[in-house]
Each structure stands twice: as C-alpha cells, then as structure tokens.
C-alpha cells in the first residue's frame, strides 16, 4: 500500500510558477510510475505529466509541455511538478498518482491517489 499527499498548491498570478510535491510512503517508490493529473470544476479529470519509474522518461500532456516538469527524487520518496509560466486555464485541484504498472494518460490506470492540492492562477 502507498499514501501520497500532495503539498505546494497555493494563489498565484498568471505568468508566475509553483512547484508541486508529493510525499510517498512505503520502501517501494521507486516500482512506481507517477503521475500528476488536474481537475477543474465541473471538468474530468485530465492528465498533466508522468514519471517512469527510473525517472529517465517524460510525458506531458500538449496543454504544459515546454512549462511544466515533471521530476522525482527517490531517496526523498518524492515526486515534483514543476509549473512555469501559469495561465489562468491552469487552474484546478492537482492530484499526485502512483501504479506499479506502466500508468499512461488515463486516470484508470493509477492505483494510489493523494487527497489534492489546490492551485488558483489569478489574472
């Protein structure tokens, strides 16, 4: 078993950057594939980024390529997301995943899930 918890959402104006962290538990981090995905009001929820779990290969989805990273840190049990460069359309609760298998970009294919933390990009 996992337990994510998300820490790093806050208020923050367009243009501006947050970084994102999420805390694992357990001695088994580094089987894990990982992953951020977001969810705004009345929207499903969508991936944003994933981590394999050697950490040498990166996916983002097209919206926050080229501002967003995506990164993890295993000896820490942590796993970071990077935001620059904030649009209003960024906001939304951010969701830290985690899955043994190969993850992807649907929200199926994650097993563990943190509670969320919110970010709010003001204009």
């Known amino acids: 078993q996992v337990q994510l918890v998300e820490s790093g959402g806050g208020l923050v104006q367009a243009g501006g950057s947050l970084r994102l962290s999420c805390a694992a538990s357990?001695?088994?981090?580094?089987?894990?594939?990982m992953a951020w995905f977001r969810q705004a009001p009345g929207q499903e929820r969508e991936f944003v980024a994933l981590?394999?779990?050697?950490?040498?290969?990166?996916w983002y989805d097209d919206s926050v390529k080229g501002r967003f990273t995506i990164s993890r840190d295993d000896a820490k049990n942590t796993v970071f997301l990077h935001m620059n460069s904030l649009k209003l359309e960024d906001t939304a609760v951010y969701y830290c995943a985690g899955t043994a298998r190969f993850g992807g970009t649907s929200w199926r294919s994650y097993d563990y899930w943190g509670q969320g933390t919110q970010v709010t990009v003001s204009s």
């Open positions: 357990g001695r088994t981090f580094s089987s894990y594939a």
């Open positions: 981590i394999s779990r050697s950490g040498g290969n990166t």
